[in-house]
């Protein structure tokens, strides 16, 4: 930034309702009865993706990333890997890097990187590269065509999450982890399994509950460590795990995992999605018009948010769709490379 006055065009899209608002702040004077214009909010492509080498498994990756038009910061990406049957991809594993890019327009870059499939895993399996914001906005995905085999000893955790279910302590009620629960700041929400072990020896295993904003690739609000387990070959238990709390009114994916004494992860990651009552609103993706401005210029943002108002549901399970606020203050800054701000107050 090289000038300590700058404008601000602003533009926000509120999800699923379509609304557009154009807020127009050039120097100190608003400039109003601006022509509403839908603009695109991300032209981020992930492409080529493939795998450049395999041992054992290590899996090496490279795919390229492209950005348009306008500044995206806040590029993350992720692998999943998937196994197929039928028409179904089934995840089996998710690795969140972490590394945040800012893109520029015009920009392409090409990404090498390294994923680490479980050590236990045996069979094909297929990869899926994400490219996406933290939170659940995803600017693309990249199916690799090719396959991998992985040959680990097979030996691990067995739950079936669709054998899952949560339970809520101000009820009686069983709910399936697809029943997308809300709950209030004072409920306590307990996820219950059964696992089997496919283990040829006594296993002591730590489990833990990573809990995130939105998604699994949001950010991580919790890590907690549960009570370790032993289990031995063959023997099958009813396990149950209480979720950490969460204060803020929002959307969480909380992530149960098992560990081994290695620290090696020997199970399939179970998700347990649910909603804190309340209201709530949401940032979802920002853009900037470029990188550096000169004095008395405009600054052109476009700003994708979401909303939630009173979000509540009599059986406990949320079935609405997300709703606008009624009444909503947006503020902006941009400061220079000494973090001083730049732009009049609008």
Known sequence: MKNKKIGIIFATII???????IVNAKAEEPLNNQELKI????????????????????INLSFDLSNKEGVQ??????????????????????????????????????????YNAPSYLKGVYKIVIEVRKQDPFRFGIFSITDEIKLEGNGEHLNIDPSMCFLTIDTDNNKYSLNDNIDITKNEKLE????????????QLLTPILT???????GKIVSREKQNGISIAAGEMLDLAFVLPKTTNPQIYDSVLTFENEKKEQIAKP??????????????????IEKN???KDENAKIFLLWSGMKNLTAKDKIWRSPLISMTEKNISVDISNKDSKKC???F
């Open 73 to 114: 910061p806040g590029v993350i990406y992720a692998v999943d890997l998937v196994s197929e049957g039928g028409n179904f991809m089934t995840p089996v594993d998710q690795k969140v890097y972490d590394e945040v890019l800012v893109l520029n327009p015009g920009e392409t870059i090409h990404k090498n990187i390294t």
């Open 270 to 287: 179970i998700e347990i999605y649910y909603v804190l009552n309340g209201d709530t609103a949401n940032i979802l993706n920002l853009v």
């Open 39 to 58: 603009e695109d909010l991300s032209t981020v492509y992930i492409f080529n993706g493939k795998i450049e080498k395999q041992i054992g498994n290590e």
């Open 211 to 217: 809990t995130h904003y939105f998604s699994t690739t």
């Open 292 to 294: 550096e401005y000169q």
């Open 191 to 202: 996820v219950h399994c059964s696992a089997t072990s496919n283990f040829k020896s006594l």
């Open 15 to 21: 999800l699923l309702l379509f609304s557009l608002d």
């Open 343 to 345: 732009n009049s107050d």
